[in-house]
């Protein structure tokens, strides 16, 4: 098997290509990792997500400094990963942010039943108040695996 570092151009192919990805926070030195569906702004090179009010919220809120993972996994030996660094912002409703919340909304509804599973509601819970986010990435790297040909 051989492992390629890719280039930015083919972390942001990979980040565009994908919707769900894998975001990392921390609060008081105890990491919590949970799947997010995601949209991603090229132009902006941030992410947006769509959530209610519970755990990832309040950490993000205490500590910004976020993660998110995104792979493509075909197998084994045939897989990409990319990492994502960055920073965690809400996206207000205010009159001042409706350009943002636009172009959030138009990105969102691109793909199928975007709302879900965020405003779906959780058996046993009453539902929270939603929170549309960014993710400011500051940096990626992502790396891909492929078999080795039999005559290399």
Known sequence: MLIHELTHEQCVEVITRMSIGRLACSRADQP??????????QE?????????????????????????EVEDFASRERWTTVLMFGRYEEVGDTLEEAPTRQRIWDLF??????????????????RHAMVV????IDRATGRRAQRQRADS
């Open 44 to 68: 902006r090179h941030c992410l947006y997500g769509f959530s209610g009010l519970g755990q990832k919220v309040l950490w993000m809120r205490d500590n910004p400094k976020v993660c998110v």
């Open 133 to 136: 986010f960014r993710i400011s």
């Open 109 to 126: 509804q691109q793909r199928s039943e975007w709302w879900l599973p965020a405003a779906a509601r959780v058996v046993q819970r009453d």
């Open 32 to 41: 919590y990792v949970v799947p997010i569906h995601y949209s991603y702004d």
